[in-house]
C-alpha cells in the first residue's frame, strides 16, 4: 500500500527512519504516548539549538510549554494537524503538520510533527513589504512576477504570449505591467471572451467589411485593428469558439488577418496577450501558436504571500486617506501560511478589511476566520499533570491550593494525583513553604 514499508525489502524500518530524519530539510519531532521524545532529527537540532543527546529519552515538556506542542494536542485529541501556522517561540515561526502514531490495534502510541521554518521568510518578507510601502512602487516586485515580465519583454523574445494562471494570480497585472515597460505607442486594450456564436466573435476580433455592415462602403474595425501599435489583451481566450480560435492562430503566425466577408488581408499590428486558466481547454493550433508564460497559485507563492498584502493595504490606506497599516508578527506569519485559494482577490478583500479595522498594526483579529483558522490551536480538554512543563506544574498546584484552600486532598482531586504524589511535587518544586503557611494557627 503507498505510504508503507515493504516487509520483504530486507531493509529494516529503523534505518530507513534514521536515514530519512538525516536528510529532511524540516524539523522532525517523534513521541510516545508518555510525551517522551524518541526521535528529534538535525534540522529539529538546528531550529531550536537542542542537541538530540539532549532531549532524546526526556519529556517534551522539559524542553517545551505544553500550549506550544503540536504533539501534545495530537496526544490529546488524536486529530491530524495540517500545514498550520504555529508559534512555538517568540523568536520562531514554522508551518507545522502532525499526526497520531497508531499501534496495530488502532490505539495512539505516539505522535509525530514536522515543521517547516518560515522565521526567515517571514522577516524577509516584512522587511521587503515595508521597503515596497516606502518607495511606493505601484508595481507588484515579485520573484514570480519578474520572471514572468522579462519573459514577456525580453529583447527579441516572442512578441504575442499566453499566460496562464488560475483566477485572481495577476494575469491582468502581469499584461499591463508588460505594455507599460514596452513603452507602446498603441492603446492597451482588454476584452473578455465570450462563448458567442463564431460568426459573432470572429467580427468581434476580425472586423467585418462590405455587405455583412450598414453599407457596401462601410467598415467595421475588430479589436485587433483598435488596439494597432499596442496590446490586445484577450482574457479567458479558452471561451473563444474553437474556430476562432484557430484563425487567430494563423493570423499570430502569419502575422496578418481578413475580416470577415474582407478582399485583403491587413497586417497584424497588435501585440496579442492571451489568458486562461489552462492551456488544455484551448484550441492546439492556438496553444502552438503562442509561447506560454505560467503565473502560479498564491498556494505556491506563499514566500510572496506579506508583498502581495502589502500591496493591497498601501493601495486601500491611500483610497481611505489614511496610512498603511504595520504587519504583527503574528498576521504576518498567517498571512504566509494561508493558501489564498481566492488568489490576489481573496487577498484584496481580506487587506481591505484590515485597513478598515487595524489602528496602526494588523493583528490576527483583523483577518477573516478563514486567515485564523490556520493557526495551530492547544486541545480543548483537561490535561494531565504529568504532560506539563514545570512552570505550569507549580502555576497549576498553586491554583490547585488555592481553590481548595490548602486542603491536599481536594487540591490531589482537582490536580487528578494522588494525595502522595503531590506531596512529592511540593517537595520536588520547593513548595512546602506555601502549604506551611496556609495551615491555620493551632490554638493555645
Known amino acids: 500500500m503507498p505510504g508503507e514499508i515493504a516487509r520483504t525489502s530486507g531493509l529494516p524500518s529503523h534505518l530507513i527512519l534514521r536515514a530519512l530524519l538525516d536528510i529532511v530539510d524540516d524539523a522532525v519531532t517523534v513521541v510516545d504516548r508518555a510525551g517522551t521524545v524518541v526521535a528529534w532529527n538535525r534540522a529539529a537540532e538546528a531550529l531550536y539549538g537542542v542537541p538530540a543527546e539532549d532531549i532524546l529519552g526526556r519529556p517534551i515538556t522539559d524542553f517545551f510549554s505544553i500550549e506550544s506542542l503540536a504533539v501534545h494536542s495530537v496526544l490529546a485529541t488524536g486529530a491530524h494537524i495540517d500545514h498550520a501556522y504555529h508559534r512555538p517561540r517568540p523568536d520562531v515561526h514554522v508551518l507545522i503538520s502532525a499526526a497520531p502514531v497508531r499501534d496495530e490495534n488502532g490505539e495512539i502510541a505516539g505522535a509525530i510533527a514536522v515543521e517547516r521554518d518560515m522565521t526567515v521568510l517571514v522577516r524577509m518578507g516584512e522587511e521587503n513589504a515595508r521597503y515596497l510601502v516606502q518607495t511606493q512602487c505601484d508595481l507588484l516586485q515579485t520573484q514570480t512576477v519578474e520572471r514572468a515580465l522579462e519573459a514577456l519583454t525580453a529583447p527579441g523574445g516572442p512578441r504575442h504570449a499566453l499566460v496562464v494562471g488560475e483566477l485572481g494570480t495577476g494575469k491582468r497585472t502581469l499584461a499591463e505591467a508588460s505594455h507599460r515597460l514596452l513603452r507602446l505607442e498603441g492603446p492597451f486594450l482588454a476584452v473578455r471572451a465570450e462563448p458567442r456564436a463564431a460568426a459573432l466573435m470572429d467580427v468581434a476580433l476580425f472586423g467585418a467589411d462590405g455587405s455583412l455592415v450598414l453599407s457596401p462602403d462601410a467598415r467595421r474595425e475588430g479589436w485587433l485593428e483598435r488596439a494597432a501599435g499596442g496590446t490586445l489583451l484577450l482574457q479567458d481566450v479558452h471561451l473563444m469558439p474553437s474556430a476562432v480560435q484557430a484563425k487567430l492562430a494563423r493570423a499570430i503566425e502569419e502575422e496578418r488577418f481578413r475580416p470577415l466577408g474582407g478582399q485583403r488581408d491587413l497586417p497584424l499590428r497588435c501585440r496579442i496577450l492571451a489568458t486562461a ?150 517537595k520536588q518544586h520547593g513548595m512546602d513553604e506555601i502549604t506551611r503557611s496556609r495551615r491555620p494557627a493551632s490554638r493555645g
Open 277 to 426: 486558466p489552462t492551456a488544455d481547454a484551448i484550441d492546439p493550433a492556438l496553444v502552438r501558436a503562442l509561447p506560454r508564460v505560467e503565473l502560479p497559485p498564491m498556494a505556491e507563492r506563499r514566500n510572496e504571500s506579506l508583498l502581495f498584502f502589502h500591496f493591497w493595504l498601501k493601495r486601500w490606506a491611500k483610497e481611505r486617506g489614511v496610512l498603511p497599516p504595520r504587519l504583527s508578527e503574528e498576521a504576518a506569519g498567517l498571512i504566509q501560511a494561508y493558501p489564498w485559494p481566492g488568489n490576489l482577490a481573496e487577498m484584496a478583500q481580506a487587506a481591505r478589511r484590515a485597513v478598515s479595522l487595524a489602528e496602526g498594526e494588523v493583528r490576527p483579529e483583523h483577518l477573516p476566520e478563514a486567515v485564523r483558522a490556520v493557526h495551530l490551536r492547544p486541545a480543548r480538554r483537561r490535561v494531565p499533570l504529568a504532560h506539563q512543563s514545570k512552570e505550569l506544574e507549580r502555576a497549576r498546584i498553586r491554583e490547585a491550593l488555592e481553590e481548595s484552600g490548602g486542603n491536599k486532598s481536594r487540591a490531589a482531586q482537582i490536580l487528578g494525583i494522588s494525595r502522595a504524589a503531590l506531596y512529592y511535587k511540593l
